[in-house]
């Protein structure tokens, strides 16, 4: 049985200002032409499908085109897509007219009520069993398991899963959003303080694959069979050199599984630049690049550049980031009161102020600049 695997998706999602919609209509429709042309047998996602958990009009019309065409995929070939809420979701929200949905092959967790959604499948080895567990807190499993002790997520999604009693002679996967302990996240994710939402990989232990969500990097954790599939597209620079991909798993007898993976071409990249602001505005260095993606652009300039993104812009149009690499910005100077102020004449205090400030003193024509100002300001 040949499964993909794909998360993150945030539909609506908004970077640095800059709304990410018609990027997530490119690549959704680019994961539909990989399905029609790879032939999976189901299609997991496993989470995180809005950004919010009130999306836009946009948003909602946006997956509903997705998922048309998911239903029309189920007519034609018999693909099933089984779908479980995250933490950015509202899980009623998504969940609303899923047993309507379910009939055009389409499987979404519903609220979590103690117990855990399963769809079955079936192919030449036997039957493969779905287990759709939604993105857990503690509060959402205590309700249902009150004599557990259950102060963690650990302990939540332990006490889930134990109750689930997994055949093992049979082929099971599971779709969970969670942050299992030593996965590398990134900037674009949202974070608990202390890493109170980490929970064991061996929560996962009798599962043939483990199609994990949340983390926004693609990663193995603890096996190459529990996975993140990471986001379809960059969500931050700290992503800068991820490969996006939709994951491939392909079940075969009972122990026998392979993973490879469907490398995603974005609409626009997402990329960091750095360079003398000349540098960068010297056609010959950007004509065999492509000057449309999203960039964050680090100047190393020494002197700031008046209205320096205006300008880039010219070039680099979806400029989501504008920072500078000098003596200034490197060195952190504390900028304290002078105990001899009144011994010193305003030049030398702007002087040694500006230092304190840029890591450098002030240049010949800056100084003959900032002397003329005082003589005006002093002289009136």
Known sequence: ??????????????????????????????????????????????GDVYDVKQPSAEAVALLDVFLKKLAKEHADT?????????????AERLAYASSIIDMSGIHISPVYDGKVSVFRKSDEYGEVYF?????????????????????????????????????????????????????????????????????????????????????????KTGRDTVRYSGTPLKYSFSEEHD???????????????????????????????????DDLMNRENYKDTDTDDYVK?????????????????????????????????????????DAKVDEKSPQQLFEEFYELQNNQSMKDEQKEYVSSLIEKVWGD
Do not use: W
């Not at 996965?183 to 608990?192: G, P």
């Not at 680099?316 to 490197?330: A, G, V």
């Open 243 to 277: 490969k996006k991909s939709v994951v491939e798993v392909d079940l075969l007898e009972k122990g026998n599984v392979s993973i490879s993976l469907h490398e995603l071409t974005p609409r626009h990249d997402m990329r960091v630049i750095r360079g003398r602001y």
């Open 297 to 337: 652009i680090v100047l190393t300039d020494e002197e700031d550049i008046p209205s320096a993104i205006e300008k880039l812009r010219v070039v680099y149009p979806n400029i989501m980031q504008l920072e500078y690499d000098n003596k200034r910005t490197r060195t952190a100077q504390t900028i304290e009161g």
């Open 78 to 90: 018999g693909m099933d897509t089984c779908i479980i809420s995250g933490n950015h979701d509202s």
């Open 131 to 219: 287990y759709l567990l939604p993105f857990l807190r503690p509060a959402d499993v205590r309700r249902y398991f009150p004599d557990e002790g259950i102060n963690s997520y650990d302990d939540a999604i332990h006490t889930v899963v134990s109750d689930l009693n997994v055949d093992t002679s049979k082929r099971n996967v599971i779709l969970s959003h969670q942050f299992v302990t030593g996965a590398k996240r990134s900037e674009s994710e949202e974070v608990i303080v202390g890493g109170l939402d980490n929970i064991s990989a061996s929560n996962y232990d009798d599962f043939d694959y483990a199609a994990l969500g949340h983390i926004h990097g693609p990663q």
């Open 1 to 46: 049985m040949k499964l993909f695997h794909i998360s993150d998706l945030h539909i609506g999602k908004k970077v640095n200002g800059f709304s990410m919609i018609e990027d997530q209509r490119y690549i959704l429709t680019e994961i539909i032409q990989m399905i029609e042309e790879e032939r999976p047998d189901v299609l997991l996602i496993s």
